[in-house]
């Protein structure tokens, strides 16, 4: 089903609420207008009393730039490499999972803008699109986010597919053993199945833009993996998500991981390293980039904020490996402090999807562009002209009183 005028309408909302969004905490705000109360507390939300989702942006607080005044700033240019493509500025779209519950254009619009911003897009095993729909739509640098599954047939079929769609890079992440106890969920009923209260499922009504949007296109769907269920059950979402849930393998070793990055050949990712032991054995066994990440909070509470485990991660491992920053970056200045800290780049969750909620492309459009424009801005007013003058001279952590 087609209705050309909700697409109108919905385009005009999300373009009055765009122009007045002057950065990444703006774009959280409106897409709490735009979107249910259940469907935004899930991108919003984080494991148990959600102090390691606190504490990854505030943290960045402890932190203090130090200018060196008197450069010529005439041009400043934010572009660098990540290993080895070419984007015009540090900052990449990390994997978030079931991106159509925010915007019914899901991982197709991030991709799309993430594209047009000449960055890298990464795209979730979770993700409702599948693995070739983004490939035929994104015609930047792609990766691709997966785990050690049980039936490691699965891992082989989406390494082989994800060869033949052009992916760059595969990404592993290792912190999601089990799923962590986001309680945020259970009290809105963002549960599978879904159990919303009275009062969740009258927010829907309240929000007949996003409801009229997911209804009018089609059903929702865990795309890798809906071929793998029985027939008849690929468009229950409950089925899907049961199907994922059961392959998660709490036997995975780093023999498992190796296995997996000679498997896949090429630029190999381990995403949700805190410690540098699991950075060492990532380097080990073949990893050309380290995500130093908590999953957004998501998984154990209570663990260090990214940027405070950062520079003891990159001294560790040295040029070994590149060293990426996944979570809290919420400013541009914040982005320059995991650089000076020795990140070769940081990655971009909920920043982006704040603004995919918010205005669907235009949003995430919107997100990415902010980044830059703050980046540029913070460089001239750092005295950095390119991204390889930033060094750990320009970075101090704030005395403590």
């Not at 919905?10 to 765009?18: I, M």
């Not at 390494?159 to 999601?176: F, G, P, Q, S, V």
């Not at 040295?318 to 995991?338: N, P, Q, S, W």
């Not at 995919?356 to 007013?381: C, F, N, P, S, T």
Request: aromatic fraction near 8%; charged fraction near 25%.
């Amino acid at each position: 089903m087609s209705w050309p005028w909700l697409e109108k309408i919905d385009h005009a909302f999300a373009r009055w609420q765009l122009k007045r969004c002057r950065n990444i905490n703006d774009l959280r705000s409106a897409a709490r207008i735009r979107m249910p109360s259940p469907m935004f507390h899930y991108m919003d939300g984080g494991a148990e009393d959600e102090v390691n989702l606190r504490r990854s942006c505030s943290s960045f607080d402890d932190y203090e730039l130090l200018p060196r005044n008197l450069n010529d700033i005439s041009h400043i240019d934010p572009s660098t490499t990540i290993l080895g493509q070419a984007v015009d500025i540090p900052v990449f779209c990390a994997p978030t999972g079931m991106s159509r519950l925010f915007h019914h254009n899901g991982e197709l619009a991030v991709s799309r803008a993430a594209a047009r911003a000449n960055t890298i897009y990464t795209l979730s095993t979770m993700g409702t699109y599948s693995i070739e729909d983004v490939a035929k739509v994104c015609d930047g640098p792609k990766w691709f986010q997966i785990y050690v599954f049980k039936d490691r047939t699965l891992v082989s079929e989406f390494i082989e597919r994800c060869k033949a769609a052009n992916y760059h890079a595969m990404c592993l992440t290792i912190d999601l053993a089990l799923t962590g106890n986001r309680e945020r969920d259970l009290r809105t009923g963002m549960t599978i199945p879904p159990k919303f209260s009275l009062a969740g499922w009258f927010d829907f009504a309240l929000h007949p833009l996003w409801s009229l949007s997911y209804l009018s296109t089609p059903p929702f769907s865990l795309a890798n993996v809906a071929h793998r269920v029985a027939t008849g059950n690929d468009g229950d979402v409950t089925t899907l998500v049961d199907y994922i849930s059961g392959q998660f393998d709490r036997t995975v070793t780093w023999d498992d991981a190796a296995f997996m990055a000679q498997e896949w050949g090429g630029p190999f990712v381990v995403k949700g390293v805190l410690t540098v032991h699991d950075a060492l054995r990532a380097v080990d066994i073949g990893a050309k980039a380290i995500m130093v990440s908590t999953h957004g909070g998501r998984q154990l509470d209570h663990t260090p904020a990214p940027i405070d485990v950062l520079a003891e991660i990159v001294a560790a491992v040295g040029d070994r490996a590149e060293v990426i920053c996944d979570g809290g970056i919420r400013r541009g200045t914040d982005v320059l402090k995991a650089l000076a800290l020795g990140a070769r780049a940081v990655s971009l969750g909920r920043g982006y999807l704040f603004g995919l909620g918010a205005g669907g492309e235009a949003g995430v459009d919107k997100a990415l562009a902010l980044l830059k424009q703050e980046i540029v801005r913070d460089m001239a007013l750092l005295g950095c002209r390119s991204i390889e003058e930033i060094t750990s001279e320009h970075v101090r952590r704030r005395p403590r009183v």
